[in-house]
T-cell receptor, first 117, second 112 residues
Framework: DTAVSQTPKYLVTQMGNDKSIKCEQN?????MYWYKQDSKKFLKIMFS???????INETVPNRFSPKSPDKAHLNLHINSLELGDSAVYFC????????????????FGSGTRLTVV | AQSVTQPDIHITVSEGASLELRCNYS??????LFWYVQSPGQGLQLLLK??????LVQGIKGFEAEFKRSQSSFNLRKPSVHWSDAAEYFC??????????FGTGTQLKVEL
């Protein structure tokens, strides 16, 4: 059973298109995240949701819109794709720290490689 | 705001040699620190973490890290590197809002 699963794994699309990436976790975690990894491998947080509520919204263009239908899912929709959006996007989840630190940690999906041409 | 510095972009070691990857953090409160590994084309896997207590923490795959508050460091070590350890290694610090901030990563190459 995959703990955090993302689909699709690869996505090649033309500039100007709209696309979505889906993420699901079966760990029972309350918090989910989207990270962007650029071509230099730098990882930067984009969004986090706690139990369907937006918690972190970094300085991300408003062409990016996260949607969390329930606490096990966090999807990322991108409008009007640009060349600079090409990157690997990682979904992750974690439990609440108040539940204890022993098992705390982010669990990452395997990533979605987005290529805009 | 928290930040993490990994001063070494690339490190090459011979198989069987010891390894130390450097990490320095900046955070106003007691830091929660992590090391993750990313193999080519893969996601990130947690190697170990520090929250409190013993400053020397043991992780998976034979890795360990030592928290030194006076130096704001959390360096990762392994006594004997295997060829399969070649990967990208990320140090991270947990800040407010459960936000995990990563360093820029260190790429490890292992010579046979």
């Amino acid at each position: 059973d995959t703990a955090v699963s993302q689909t699709p794994k690869y996505l090649v699309t033309q500039m100007g298109n709209d696309k979505s990436i889906k993420c699901e976790q079966n760990l029972g975690h309350d918090t989910m995240y989207w990270y962007k990894q650029d071509s230099k491998k730098f990882l930067k947080i984009m969004f986090s949701y706690n139990n369907k509520e937006l918690i972190i919204n970094e300085t991300v263009p408003n062409r990016f819109s996260p949607k969390s239908p329930d606490k096990a899912h966090l999807n990322l929709h991108i409008n009007s794709l640009e060349l600079g959006d090409s990157a690997v996007y990682f979904c992750a989840s974690s439990q609440d720290l108040v539940l204890g630190v022993a098992d705390y940690g982010y669990t990452f999906g395997s990533g979605t490689r987005l290529t805009v041409v | 705001a928290q930040s993490v510095t990994q001063p070494d972009i690339h490190i090459t070691v011979s198989e069987g040699a010891s390894l130390e990857l450097r990490c320095n953090y900046s955070y106003g409160a007691t830091p929660y620190l992590f090391w993750y590994v990313q193999s080519p084309g893969q996601g990130l896997q947690l190697l170990l973490k520090y929250f409190s207590g013993d400053t020397l923490v043991q992780g998976i795959k034979g890795f360990e890290a030592e928290f030194k508050r006076s130096q704001s460091s959390f360096n990762l070590r392994k006594p004997s590197v295997h060829w399969s350890d070649a990967a990208e290694y990320f140090c991270a610090v947990l800040g407010g809002g459960n936000k995990l901030t990563f360093g820029t990563g260190t790429q490890l190459k292992v010579e046979l």
